[in-house]
């Protein structure tokens, strides 16, 4: 009776065999871990847009992803956009990738910036902010210790916190 060579060669070393193994099991379970990472971060960076509704999403020349991009389409483009047949509304909204700060504490956050008043995630706390005013998810709000009214710092400018969201529902993977 022969033993094929591979099980020959495996069985040899038992110690590599097993090391081997176990570095396949780890790089396995590294990559499926990173891939849930990615989609959490994913669900939470599109969460705006998940929301809203839209049919279209129009953004300048060169955003292909609003992940670490920054989009401003300009008034003109809008009105511009507004006007096609079958179009019944354009929402504008500037996006930037920044960090709220409220004294030594920091956080990163996707900034969208409406014209028109209203959120589009609901709120759990606080009404809807106008002017210079800033919604704040709970779970950075709390990490700031920004309570509704504080001010934070965002984009050289203050701001001051008007209401709180809830995290948006999870929505089914597609």
Same mark, same amino acid.
């Given at each position: 009776?022969?033993?094929? &060579? ?10 590599? =065999? ?5 570095? @396949? +099991? =780890? ?5 499926? !871990? ?10 939470? *960076? ?10 279209? @999403? ?6 292909? !992803? ?5 989009? =401003?389409?300009?008034?003109?483009? +809008?009105?511009?956009?507004? +006007?096609?047949?079958g179009v019944t509304r354009v929402r504008p909204i500037g996006l930037v990738t920044t960090t709220v700060e409220r004294g030594r504490k920091?956080?990163? &956050? ?9 959120? #589009? *995630?609901? #709120?759990?706390?606080?009404? +809807?902010?106008?002017?210079?005013? *800033? &919604?704040?998810?709970? #779970? ?5 210790g920004a309570l509704l009214g504080s001010r934070v710092q965002a984009l050289g400018m203050t701001f001051r916190s008007r209401a709180r ?5 999870? =929505?089914? !993977?597609?």
């Amino acid at each position: 009776m022969s033993v094929p &060579v591979a099980r020959r060669q495996l069985l040899a070393r038992k110690g590599r =065999t097993i090391a081997g193994v176990c570095g @396949i +099991a =780890t790089a396995l379970v590294l990559i499926l !871990t990173l891939n849930a990472i990615m989609a959490g971060m994913e669900r939470q *960076i599109t969460a705006f847009i998940d929301h809203s509704h839209p049919d279209v @999403i129009v953004a300048q020349a060169g955003v292909d !992803t609003i992940h670490m991009s920054e989009s =401003t389409l300009p008034r003109r483009d +809008a009105n511009l956009i507004a +006007a096609l047949p079958g179009v019944t509304r354009v929402r504008p909204i500037g996006l930037v990738t920044t960090t709220v700060e409220r004294g030594r504490k920091r956080g990163l &956050v996707y900034l969208v910036g409406e014209e028109q008043r209203g959120s #589009t *995630i609901p #709120t759990v706390a606080g009404t +809807a902010p106008g002017p210079h005013q *800033i &919604v704040i998810d709970r #779970t950075l709000a709390s990490s700031l210790g920004a309570l509704l009214g504080s001010r934070v710092q965002a984009l050289g400018m203050t701001f001051r916190s008007r209401a709180r969201s809830r995290r948006p529902p999870r =929505t089914p !993977t597609r």
